[in-house]
């Protein structure tokens, strides 16, 4: 595998689409300093017990995913780059370099990770990557990148933190290598998707064109048309 080689981790029966879980956030406060009090659209996750405002607040941060993973090669440490990860453009517009977390996970049921307090969100990727909510209950996202050439037999050895509780949703957590063309990474729903469009349209065409040859429907007389009729009428007059 030729570098970037990317780390993904996979959650299945995860509805980050539920409506609920989708509007707790406040987009405002996580690029406004002046607007860290904005948190009405975040509950339950909205201020702390003596009513000071989180930050970031809603349920999405609160449940920010907090599995890590080391990597070896053949006993040699191999290192996992961070950088980059989530997109320039939701750093530098959604994200501001002036909001720093503040109140996060202090309360009594904490929902994931934890954030840095000394870094503006701008800088923590994980959390950008995160928030970008996934479509269906089965989704991947970045979690880094692999910088150097993978070659036939090494030994791969992951040590994995479980910190992440899927159990009480029934959910299952996978770690997924992968690299990607031009064309994208590997997405073998998209293939199984066009299969079935593809087979059901060509079955329906074969259907009607049976009925089409074996039952055809009758054509219409065309004397019965209206501009037809006044015409009969005239010429009998």
Known sequence: MKPPIYVYYQLDNFYQNH????????????????????TKTCEPEATTNDNQPIVPCGLIAWSLFNDTYRFSRNNTSLEINKKDIAWHSERTRKFSSQVYPKNFQSGNLIGGAKLDETKPLSEQEDFIVWMRTAALPTFRKLYGRIETDLEAYDQITVIIQNNYNTYSFSGKKKL??????????????????????GGTSLLLAIIFTFLYLFKPRPLGDPTYLSWNRNRAAVRES
């Open 176 to 197: 997924v290598i992968s690299t990607a063309s031009w064309i994208g990474g590997k997405n073998d729903y998209l293939g199984k998707m066009y299969m079935a469009v």
């Open 19 to 38: 409506r609920r879980y989708v509007k707790s956030r406040s987009d405002h406060q996580l690029r406004y300093p002046s607007h860290a009090s904005e």
